[in-house]
Each structure stands twice: as structure tokens, then as C-alpha cells.
């Protein structure tokens, strides 16, 4: 039988004894390289043990989520718009708004001025222009140059319009365009020369115009669409002119249905926590001890007598948490007020949820929280044991190295001993023959 050693050169075991030797090494090293398969196994171990500590944090953050949705006052600071006049306005509220209802009058959208010169030009690149332009209290005059070098000169100054050109279809060629920059504001523009335009005479090609809404009786005005101050703690977004109709809007907290929302999404996520700890207990109690206290610590904040008094209940059976909203609302409806300090705290005290959102920021801190604790842990043993592991494997190939030299020696002083044999048992058998 023949191999190659580590050494790497070839060998043929047992020729001269017959034995099988390189067996015999193999289980020898077998033998010695146990302890470095516990090791292994040790290793193997730890990176299952991490790896079951990477879907338990999952977990966790799934239930951090939920208490971010409900971890300040501003949380429930919501609101539910009904709104009669969507057609002609929209309705959007901050945590600053307040219940009540409103009647709204969409009277006008705002609108720039818009002004477009009452003669062509044939080419906007190589026609050149003279002439004198008053735009509002500013004026220029301009000689020798192109229509596309009079609009740049129009949008590099400081005249409040922007200019562009207009091409109508007409086959006559380009007229000049000049916007106010600015909603509802009035500018008079004269131009002369190659460019003719004289709103004072002429009036504008489309009146600039303010948005203009009345609330409640009382009128507001904007240079946009957009009003942030006609109703506290809301943005109104003019569409479409009413035409003389009022439509009613409403607004009221729906506070309630986030706090049940929150709560139903954090009884899920501890569910699934309790699930899976559960799931680890039944194959590896000691690893899912490790996890059994953070647990724990989420089933005492949700069963504090203040959420089981909102309706957080425990299935002693399962472990598991239900959350009744029939219960909720009931409690909800009698003392709102009192709910939210519960939850939020005031200035003596801090809230459950406030206390809860602390934990969690500890627990999920990418630094110093569960999962990173773990894991620096982890990778030192891990590192540890490799480094057993790689110190054990140059021992277990050195010694594999003697056990084959030994080998060769044995083999080696065994030929030379049958070697000898055969030398001696040919002189007698000559002798004999012989005499």
C-alpha cells in the first residue's frame, strides 16, 4: 500500500513487515485529533448560538418598531379630516391642529401675471434687436442683440419675471414671454423698439391674482396655493374655485385608534418573541435562559395593572398576550386624558411607554445592547478556539510527521534484519549442499 506522507514524499507501508501502518498512524492521529473535534464542535456550537441570537434581536426590533409608533405625546397627536369640499380643496394636519369644524370658501386661485410682447421675431438666434424695456421701476435698453440673448439678460437681472420664448403655431415666428415670479403681484411693462409691449395701455395677458379663501366668515389671503395659518396646526391647498360654495370640514382626534393600533402591533411582536424563546427552550434550555430575562422584562411592562386595565391580558396557558379593544375603548371613552399621562407621563413621573421606548434604546443600541454584548462575546470564544484549533493541527501534523518516520525506521530496520536472514539461511543451505 502505498501513500504520500505530510512531508510529502511517497511511502509503501508494511513492505518489510507486512503490517499496515499507515492505518496505524491514521488511528493514532484520529485518536489525538479528539480533542480538537470537540473543539470544532465547541465552535460549530457558538456560531449556532449567534445565529440564533441574530433572529431573536430581529424579534426585538420588530417590537422596538411598534414602540417607536407610540413612544411620545406627539404620537397620538392625530387627527381624522372629514372634508365636504375635497373637489376644491385639500386638508392636512400637524400635531399642533385642534378639533373642530370649519366652512370653506375657495374664492380664487393664486396666479401669476403673465405678459407676452405683441410682435414676432422670425429667428431667435441670429435676428437683432434694439430697443428700450421698463419692467416695474427697473429699465435697460439693449441694441445688437438676439431674442434668445434679451431673455437671458431678463432672467440674469433682478427684475421679478422670468422670460422665455413662444413659439404659437402660427408660423410667424417668436414673441417674448415675461412671468412674475411672484402670485397676485402687479407689474406694469413697457418695451419699445424691435419689441413691442405695453401692459399700462394694453392691460396684462393673464392678471396676476392672490389665492383668496374665506373661513368661517373671515378671508385670508397667499401669493401661493397654500395656506399654513388660516386653520391652527393645518395646511389648506387650494384646487379649484368654489364658485360661491361653502364646504364643511371636520376635524377630530382619532388618538384612540393609534394607541389600539401600537398596542396590537407590540402584543403581536412580543407574541413572536415568546414563540421563539419557547421554540429554543424545548431544544436548548441554557440558550434560551440567556433570552428568557429580556422577555420577561417585555411581559412586565405590557402587564403593569395600567395596560391590563387597557385591555392587555395573558393566556396563562400559552404565555401569550391578547389585547381586548372592546375593553380599550370603554376605558379610552371614561378618561382619555388620564390614558395618555399613563402612557406618557407628565412632569412628576415618566409614562410606561416612555420607560418601555429607554429599554428598548438600551436593549437595540448597536454598541452596548443585547445583540452586541452577545456577539463581542461570541467572536472572542470563537476566536479563542481557532486559534486552539490551528496550534493543535501543527502539533497533530508534527507528530503525524514522527509516528511516519518511526514507521520508516521500523520498516527500514526490519528489511535489513530480513536482509541478514536471507544471508544467512543461503550460506547454510550452500554449506550443506556442499559437504
Known sequence: MSTISATGTVS????????????IIESLIEVESAPKALLEDKVEYLETKQETYENFNELLDGFYNAVLGLNSENDVKSFAI??????????????????????????????QQKDISTNYVEDTETTTLSGELQIGGESFSY????????????????????ASLVNDGSGNGYRLMLTAETAGEEIDIVATGDILLDTTSDGHTVAGTRAEVQIDGVTYYS?????????????????????????????????????????????????AINEFVETIRESDPTLANTMKSVQRNLKSSLTSNDLINL???????????????????????????????????????????????????????????FLATKEEKIDEEISRLEDSITA?????????????AQFAAMEELISSLNSTGDYITNFFESYNASS
Open 12 to 23: 509503501f507501508s508494511g513492505l518489510a513487515s507486512g503490517i499496515d501502518t499507515d492505518s
Open 82 to 111: 372629514s372634508n365636504a369640499g375635497s373637489d376644491y380643496f385639500s386638508l392636512s394636519t400637524t400635531s399642533l391642529a385642534s378639533e373642530g369644524s370649519s366652512s370653506v370658501e375657495v374664492i380664487s386661485l393664486a396666479q
Open 143 to 162: 441694441e445688437g442683440i438676439t431674442l434668445d440673448d434679451l431673455a437671458s439678460q431678463i432672467n440674469d437681472g433682478e427684475y421679478g419675471v422670468t
Open 223 to 271: 401669493s401661493s396655493n397654500t395656506f399654513t395659518a388660516a386653520i391652527k396646526g393645518t395646511t389648506l391647498t387650494l384646487l379649484e374655485v368654489s364658485n360661491g360654495k361653502s364646504s364643511k370640514v371636520s376635524i377630530a382626534s382619532d388618538a384612540d385608534t393609534v394607541i389600539a393600533t401600537q398596542f396590537q402591533e407590540m402584543v403581536d411582536a412580543y407574541n
Open 311 to 369: 385591555g392587555i391580558e395573558t393566556d396563562w396557558e400559552t404565555g401569550e398576550l391578547t389585547f381586548d379593544t372592546d375593553v380599550f375603548n370603554a376605558a379610552y371613552e371614561e378618561d382619555a386624558e388620564g390614558i395618555v399621562t399613563s402612557l406618557f407621563g407628565d412632569e412628576d413621573s415618566d409614562g410606561i411607554m416612555t420607560r418601555l421606548d429607554e429599554y428598548m434604546t438600551d436593549l437595540m443600541s448597536s454598541s452596548e445592547g
Open 392 to 404: 493543535m493541527e501543527a502539533r497533530l501534523e508534527k507528530r503525524q510527521e514522527l509516528l511516519e
